[in-house]
Structure formats: C-alpha cells, structure tokens
C-alpha cells in the first residue's frame, strides 16, 4: 500500500489559513492524490484531489510539488467548522481502494 | 438528500451472534465499499465491490462476508461476532474504480460486541 506521512496534529486561529502538509515520497507517475476530512462522530468527507497540477474547488486548494513527492492542503479561511482529522491519501493504479493513515487532527482556535 | 445510507446506526451483540449490516447508495454509483475505524485508528478496508456482481477482500476481511444485492445495495454480514470486531464500520460508494474518483460515505454503524 502506499503510504503518505502527515503531523499527528495541527492548531490554526479562525479566519486564518491553515496549510496541512502531507509526504508521499514513493508516490508513483500514476498515482492520484486524495484529501478527506473527517468531522467527530461523521463519515469521512471528500476534500479535493489531484495528480499534477494544483487544484482548487469551493472548499480548499491543494498544492502538488513539482516532483510530487509532496503536497498541501490549503483552507483558506479556517473556520470552527473545519476542526476535524484530514487524511491524505494516495489512490494507487493497482488498487480499487484507498488506503488510509492516521491523518492530522485540526484544531480552531475561536 | 442523496447519499450513502447505513443501518442500522448502533448495535450491541452478544459474543456469537450474527447480525448483517445494511448499505444502500442512490448516486447510480458503481462501486462500493466496507470499512472499520478503531479508536485513534485511520479507516481499514474490509470487503469492496468494484461493480454489480463482483466482490473482493480488503486488509481485514476474516470473520466478515458481503453481498453486492443490486447496484445500490451492499451488505456486510458478522456470522459470529468476536469483541474484535467492536468498531465503527463505514460504507462507502464511488461513481467507478478510476484513480480520479472520490469516494462518498455513510454516516456509519457503531457496533459493540460484549
């Protein structure tokens, strides 16, 4: 499985962007890059994903490393809402399934 | 509100006892999926159909079995609940089994195995 190395945990003040870092040195050319988050006591919920380019859509950006051995997820404006553990994933070309981490627990700090 | 429903959203068994655990998705998605989230753990893979008809294990299949119904429903059958398999089980669909898909999940089952 391949695997993806985020800090266990990460504090933002709200209304300030918070930029949740994410390794994944043995990513291949085809693998995607997968964020969801997950709020307590919810399923987890999909973010954003990309392959090379940087990506951007209504709730977050995600920012791809030139050689793709990295990325960040990037909130822009963190609220309280957001408070929840983000897990980065690679969705390999040999599997139908992803494969998930222990994550990074966000906190917002009224 | 269109989705992944799971039922039911809380169990206790007794140690033995068999129960199966309901998903239905009403997206037209083609793929599904089984997981288990333990305490303080990221979500493990149990049992996943890539399509209609057709089944595979994940990282943790023992002690669990599955049936894809119809497109919409899969099941996640317990024959004979251990304590072990205390955890939260998650069902999940996608629209295909394409690197480039996003995964929608239920809201999940608590079950408790005493």
């Known amino acids: 499985d391949a695997k993806t190395t985020q800090p266990n945990s990460m504090e933002s003040n709200e209304e300030e962007p918070v930029h949740l870092p994410c390794n994944h040195s043995?990513?291949?050319?085809?693998?995607?890059i997968h964020w969801y988050r997950q709020l307590p006591s919810q399923g987890p919920e999909y973010v954003i994903h990309g392959l090379t380019s940087n990506v951007n859509n209504r709730m977050a950006s995600l920012a791809i490393a030139e050689d793709r051995k990295s990325s960040t997820l990037i909130l822009h404006r963190a609220t309280l809402r957001d408070a929840a553990v983000y897990y980065c994933i690679l969705r390999v070309y040999t599997g139908n399934q992803f494969y998930f981490g222990t994550g990074t627990s966000l906190t917002v700090i009224p | 509100n269109a989705g992944v429903t799971q039922t039911p959203k809380f169990q206790v068994l007794k140690t033995g006892q068999s129960m199966t655990l309901q998903c239905a998705q009403d997206?037209?998605?083609?793929?599904m999926y089984w997981y288990r989230q333990d305490p303080g753990m990221g979500l493990r893979l149990i049992y996943y159909?890539?399509?209609?008809?057709?089944?595979d294990k994940g990282e943790v299949p023992n002690g669990y079995n599955v049936s894809r119904l119809n497109k919409r429903e899969f099941s996640l059958r317990l024959e004979s609940a251990a304590p072990s398999q205390t955890s939260v089980y998650f069902c999940?669909?996608?629209?295909?089994?394409?690197?480039?898909?996003?995964?929608?999940f239920g809201s999940g089952t608590r079950l408790t195995v005493v």
């Open positions: 159909s890539a399509s209609e008809g057709t089944t």
């Open positions: 999940a669909s996608s629209e295909g089994g394409g690197r480039g898909y996003g995964y929608t």
């Open positions: 043995t990513i291949s050319g085809t693998d995607y």
């Open positions: 997206m037209n998605h083609n793929s």
